[in-house]
């Protein structure tokens, strides 16, 4: 089988991010890491690799600046067997649209010398920007189904049956090759990298396309744009009630939540 997971590099979700004086978030100094919703991707598609045990291969692909190469390195440690990068140093004005159409056509390029791929696994949104289309769009755009926020994937005769996430907990959908899905949280955490792999990933070559070379400026350029942004407001300190007793201190929140309007 033919796996290929579209990765992001995005600044690291665990360091709180502030705005700067110019409107626009500060994360130079925040270090660059895969999408945590991608290692999820990744992850699944190993694991289902493993479960095979046919000589699959999975391809890791990212649209990226140069340094999204040590990003693509650590997939190389942790189940990607091929890597490559598209490289997006050029290009500051695309959208989730735009990025879905650099990638069907790398998607494309890459079938000519690798084959079609069977599968095809995205994070169900990046961490950055939480906008969960560009896997939604890549499957449209290459005439493929698509099933999202799945949790759980499993091949049988030629076909996919996939676990998708509800509020109400998961329904099993069945969708025929080749396909996109987008990955949420599963019930398992990403594999760490041994030295071993490590080292080997440090010898694997990164392939690299050029964006200019896989689509006009016209398809990609940002066909929505954004207005600004602003960081959440914060919380305001709580009330703290402490009567003589619990009874009197129930009923004193009781007083302030009717007076407040809120019961």
Same mark, same amino acid.
Do not use: W
């Given at each position: 089988?033919?796996?290929?997971?579209?990765?992001?590099?995005?600044?690291?979700?665990?360091?709180?991010?502030?705005?700067?004086?110019?409107?626009?978030?500060?994360?130079?100094?925040?270090?660059?890491?895969?999408?945590?919703?991608?290692?999820?991707?990744?992850?699944? =598609?190993?694991r289902?690799? #493993?479960?095979?045990?046919?000589?699959? #291969?999975?391809?890791?692909?990212?649209?990226?600046?140069?340094? =999204?190469?040590?990003?693509?390195?650590?997939?190389?440690?942790?189940?990607?067997?091929?890597?490559?990068?598209?490289?997006?140093?050029?290009?500051?004005?695309?959208?989730?649209?735009?990025?879905?159409?650099?990638?069907?056509?790398?998607?494309?390029?890459? =079938?000519?010398?690798?084959?079609?791929?069977?599968?095809?696994?995205?994070?169900? /949104?990046?961490?950055?920007?939480?906008?969960?289309?560009?896997?939604?769009?890549?499957?449209?755009?290459?005439?493929?189904?698509?099933?999202?926020?799945?949790?759980?994937?499993?091949?049988?005769?030629?076909?996919?049956?996939?676990k998708?996430?509800?509020?109400?907990?998961?329904?099993?959908? /069945?969708?025929?090759?080749? =396909?996109?899905?987008?990955?949420?949280?599963?019930?398992?955490?990403?594999?760490?990298?041994?030295?071993?792999?490590?080292?080997?990933?440090?010898?694997?070559?990164?392939?690299?396309?050029?964006?200019? /070379?896989?689509?006009?400026?016209?398809?990609i350029?940002?066909?929505?744009?954004?207005?600004? #942004?602003?960081?959440?407001?914060?919380?305001?300190?709580?009330?703290?009630?402490?009567? #003589?007793?619990? /009874?009197?201190?129930?009923?004193?929140?009781?007083?302030m939540?009717?007076e407040a309007?809120?019961?």
């Amino acid at each position: 089988m033919n796996i290929l997971v579209c990765i992001k590099q995005v600044p690291d979700d665990s360091v709180e991010v502030s705005m700067g004086k110019d409107g626009k978030p500060e994360i130079d100094g925040i270090t660059p890491v895969v999408n945590a919703f991608d290692t999820y991707a990744l992850e699944m =598609a190993t694991r289902l690799k #493993e479960s095979l045990n046919d000589g699959s #291969e999975i391809t890791a692909l990212c649209v990226g600046p140069e340094s =999204a190469k040590n990003s693509l390195k650590n997939c190389l440690a942790v189940g990607a067997d091929h890597a490559y990068l598209v490289n997006d140093e050029s290009i500051d004005d695309i959208d989730s649209i735009g990025i879905a159409e650099v990638l069907k056509n790398a998607v494309e390029k890459l =079938a000519e010398e690798k084959g079609k791929f069977d599968l095809i696994f995205t994070g169900k /949104e990046a961490t950055d920007a939480a906008l969960g289309q560009t896997g939604i769009y890549l499957a449209a755009k290459l005439g493929t189904a698509v099933i999202t926020n799945i949790i759980d994937v499993k091949v049988e005769d030629g076909s996919i049956e996939a676990k998708h996430e509800t509020e109400e907990g998961y329904r099993v959908i /069945e969708a025929a090759m080749p =396909a996109v899905l987008t990955v949420t949280k599963p019930e398992y955490d990403p594999r760490y990298p041994t030295i071993k792999n490590k080292m080997a990933a440090r010898r694997k070559q990164i392939d690299e396309m050029n964006i200019s /070379e896989l689509s006009a400026l016209d398809e990609i350029t940002a066909k929505i744009k954004k207005a600004a #942004e602003y960081e959440p407001p914060k919380r305001s300190a709580g009330i703290k009630i402490k009567e #003589e007793s619990d /009874e009197e201190s129930a009923l004193k929140a009781i007083q302030m939540m009717v007076e407040a309007k809120v019961l």
